[in-house]
């Protein structure tokens, strides 16, 4: 009985070993082919195709190897799936200028938001003080004479209305008088005759007091000699105004003719500042507006008045429109002729979208600004510019309230050539990126020796080579540099590798410019020095 039972024990552990055994050799068989590809691609990521590398300035030209651009950037490589724009903005993101962060910092590009402010500014012109015109009065008798005595003698001196200037002595005045007083008494001897009699004598004494009224003769003057009845032989002629005596012609016994000026009285109680403003600010001053007068002779005062009049001329030479500042001038501090200064808030009435004017490119055909679109690019937008202000310009179209526009960058100024690209595709779509073409290409490259430097116009004379890229020979030509770092150091001579670009018709400006050993140096055109736009 113990016999069997052991056996039995025996026969089922050694089933149940062989099961275990099945069961793990199960397990450890190799999976189907299908499932172990699911599992490799599952657990490794999927590789990705390189379809070329781009500018990283966003021109359109692309390179099927790495490769840097005139400025020593790095292209950046673009994989399958990875179109920055999408499908559907391929187009518009064509004409976008991408920069990554890193190089945003190095190079300074700074933005400000366009927004709604009141446009206003400061108008500055040189002026000086002249006399109000209407305060200047002139004593000149209308009658020959001599003058008698002098009783305000000195130019310069002050003096007040009704104030004794001098005494005049005239034959003929003496004569009028002497027949306005026989006219008197003739009419007090013909009470008793006939009207007519009466009437003719009546207008012989009217029209003798016209003549003496018509010589100025004062009311008073007239009453005593009509009280008197004996001809004064001197007339006094006094100041019309209070003022100053600005011009004295007069001297002690001189003969004077009828009209001629004796004296100059002028008040200058208030006077005008005539400011010369340049045509280009004209429109924007208003009659009746506010102005700050400041004079030399008074360096920390400051004047205030008015605009009364804008004259309707223009002054050839100087370009500029004189416009008149009425001021007070108490105690007479102002004096004719002096310098001064004047300034002219002008400005809107109501808020306008503006930019900083350091936005604006101006590239004598349009006007552009570059919009942040989002981190990292940047797209060029033409506007239309109205008014402008301190620091600021009004954006009538192009741009709107609240975009990000770039103020700051230096870089894309330097580099306003190699921008063309970009800014002229903005006229209808470039070629397709990826094509891996250099149809879109911008810059060119050639090898010379420099002929001549001129640092002030910013150019230099090149005997280069050939130009394949052109199809230019080899000549002698000139270029302008994009910046004037481009000309330090360079000598007649030196030989040169260089890249240029057509910022415009005819007009080629060098980017990059390296020097080379002396026998690197193309050969130049035995034909002599060529304009290039003969090509």
């Not at 007040?160 to 034959?171: I, M, N």
Request: glycine share 10%.
């Amino acid at each position: 009985m113990k016999t069997s039972t052991t056996v039995l024990a025996l026969v089922v552990l050694a089933a149940v070993g062989s099961a275990s055994y099945w069961l793990g050799t199960r397990s450890q068989a190799p999976a189907p082919a299908g499932d172990s590809a699911a599992a490799a691609a599952a657990s490794s990521p999927k590789a990705r195709k390189l379809l070329y590398y781009r500018n990283p300035m966003g021109l359109a030209d692309t390179s099927p190897t790495p490769k840097k651009d005139p400025m020593g950037m790095d292209y950046i490589a673009v994989y399958e799936g990875e179109d920055e724009a999408g499908a559907a903005g391929a187009a518009g993101a064509s004409n976008q200028i991408r920069i990554g962060t890193e190089k945003i910092q190095k190079l300074g590009v700074r933005t400000e938001a366009a927004s709604l402010r009141l446009l206003g500014r400061t108008v500055r012109a040189a002026g000086r003080v002249e006399p109000d015109e209407r305060r200047v009065a002139v004593i000149a008798p209308r009658f020959e004479g001599y003058v008698e005595k002098l009783l305000v003698n000195v130019t310069g001196q002050q003096v007040s209305r009704g104030q004794p200037l001098f005494e005049a002595y005239s034959p003929e005045l003496v004569a009028a008088q002497r027949e306005y007083v026989i006219a008197v008494q003739g009419m007090q001897a013909m009470k008793e005759a006939g009207a007519d009699a009466r009437g003719g004598m009546k207008q012989l004494t009217e029209s003798s007091l016209a003549h003496l009224r018509h010589w100025e003769l004062s009311p008073a003057q007239l009453e005593t000699l009509v009280k008197t009845g004996q001809p004064q032989r001197t007339v006094t002629f006094s100041s019309p105004v209070s003022g100053v005596v600005t011009e004295k012609k007069a001297l002690q016994g001189m003969r004077f003719m009828p009209g001629e000026m004796l004296y100059q009285v002028t008040d200058l109680s208030s006077v005008w500042v005539i400011a010369d403003l340049p045509e280009q600010d004209i429109g924007l001053v208003k009659t009746g507006a506010k102005a700050r007068v400041s004079i030399t002779a008074y360096p920390n005062e400051v004047f205030s008045g008015r605009i009364t009049y804008v004259y309707p001329t223009l002054t050839a030479e100087t370009r500029s429109v004189p416009v008149r500042v009425e001021l007070a001038n108490p105690g007479q501090r102002l004096k004719p002729a002096m310098f001064a200064q004047v300034e002219l808030a002008v400005g809107g009435t109501k808020p306008v979208l503006t930019v900083p004017d350091s936005a604006v490119i101006d590239t004598g055909t349009r006007r552009l600004v570059l919009v942040q679109v989002q981190e990292g690019r940047f797209e060029p937008r033409e506007v239309e510019l109205g008014g402008r202000g301190e620091n600021f310009v009004e954006v009538v179209k192009g741009v709107a309230e609240g975009e990000q526009v770039v103020v700051a960058a230096n870089f894309l100024i330097d580099a306003e050539s190699n921008l063309k690209a970009v800014i002229g595709g903005m006229a209808g779509p470039g070629p397709a990126a990826g094509t891996g073409g250099a149809a879109a290409a911008v810059g060119h490259q050639a090898e010379g020796s420099i002929d001549s430097v001129d640092p002030k116009a910013g150019t230099l004379s090149l005997n280069h080579g050939p130009v394949a890229s052109l199809k230019w020979p080899a000549m002698t030509m000139e270029f302008k540099a994009a910046n004037a770092s481009l000309l330090s150091g360079l000598k007649p001579g030196q030989a040169v590798s260089f890249e240029f670009v057509e910022r415009q018709p005819g007009e080629y400006v060098v980017t990059k410019l390296t020097a080379l050993p002396a026998a690197k140096a193309a050969p130049a055109s035995s034909a002599g020095k060529n304009s290039h736009s003969g090509h």
